[in-house]
């Protein structure tokens, strides 16, 4: 992940930072957990979530502290950061393999968790984005080890998720992109 600033970190057990200006890598601290999904919060500091606590990484201190705890500690899941600067948690599963639909937000003011909402489809490996319409599109991922076709909308003014088209073929684990330039605002996956 990239960092304000421009450097990039490697979150691991040991975390370590890359300096582009130097084509350096040096060690930056460790995980108190076994790490999981990274997301970048607007004050600059990492949430790590997954099955661990989640925790939040100081770049500037090269520490980490628990933060509040999940309702649902989870893997496979995506995190995205929304426009308010509070992080969207979902689909995933559980530490039994059970796949999770009830969606959590966290607001990095506070370091508290809140259910927000459940997916129509549970699902892990998927793809978050935030729109430029501050909400956010999950598409495909996989569901009882079928691929999926499906995607859904997370509204974050109402907490409440809606589908929306499926896409022409399934896929999951993939990346996803806003297209700016198409002037509509669409998204590539």
Known sequence: MTLPGGSALLVGNPIQRYTPS???????????GNGGVVTVLSNGKVLVTGLSPAEVYDPATQTSTVTGAMVTPRSGHQATLLSSGD????????????LIAPTERYRSYTGTWTITGTMNNPRTRHTGLLLLT??????????????????ELYDPLTGRWTFTSDFSGPCHGSTACSAPSEGSGSSLL
């Open 22 to 32: 130097t084509g350096s890598w040096a060690l930056a601290g460790v995980l108190l």
């Open 87 to 98: 992080v969207l948690v979902s689909g995933g599963a559980d530490a039994q393999g059970k």
């Open 134 to 151: 501050g909400k956010v599109l999950v598409a495909g991922g996989v569901a009882t080890s079928a691929s999926l076709t499906s995607a």
